[in-house]
C-alpha cells in the first residue's frame, strides 16, 4: 500500500485549505484512513481519522469544529478539509492507513501500517 499526501500550500490566516491523499492497492480502500502533522521540533500528532464507512469520526481538540475528514472508497482516496486555519496548524500533514482489526489508539502513530510523504501546509498571520 502506498499513500500520496498532496494539497498543501501557503494560506494566510482564517482561510481554507483542502488536503487529498491517495492510496494504491484495491485493499485500502478497507483500511482505516488518518491525518497526523508535524511541526518543526514537535513530535508527529493525531488530527483526524475516519472509518471505513465513514460513519465514525475522531478529530483531536485543537481541529475540531475547523477541519474535517472524508473518503471516497471509490476513489481510494480520503481528503482534510481546513477551515478557519491558524499559525499554529503550519506543519507537514501525513495520511496514514491501517487494516482493521487494528490493535491500539487511531490516535498514536505506533498504531498506523502505512505513512504518505507528507505535505507541507504554511500559514501565515
Known amino acids: 500500500v502506498q499513500l500520496q499526501a498532496y494539497g498543501g500550500g501557503l494560506v494566510q490566516a482564517g482561510g481554507s485549505l483542502r488536503l487529498s491523499c491517495a492510496a494504491s492497492?484495491?485493499?485500502?480502500?478497507?483500511?482505516?484512513k488518518s491525518w497526523f502533522r508535524q511541526a518543526p521540533g514537535k513530535e508527529r500528532e493525531f488530527v483526524a481519522a475516519i472509518s471505513v464507512s465513514s460513519q465514525n469520526t475522531e478529530y483531536a481538540d485543537s481541529v475540531k469544529g475547523r477541519f474535517a475528514i472524508s473518503r471516497d472508497n471509490a476513489k481510494n482516496m480520503v481528503y482534510l478539509q481546513m477551515n478557519s486555519v491558524k499559525p499554529d496548524d503550519s506543519a507537514v500533514y501525513y495520511c496514514?492507513?491501517?487494516?482493521?482489526?487494528?490493535?491500539?489508539?487511531?490516535?498514536?502513530?505506533?498504531?498506523?501500517?502505512?505513512w504518505g510523504q507528507g505535505t507541507q501546509v504554511t500559514v501565515s498571520s
Open positions: 492497492g484495491r485493499t485500502s480502500r478497507a483500511y482505516v
Open positions: 496514514a492507513a491501517v487494516p482493521p482489526p487494528y490493535r491500539g489508539s487511531l490516535d498514536q502513530t505506533g498504531t498506523y501500517d502505512y
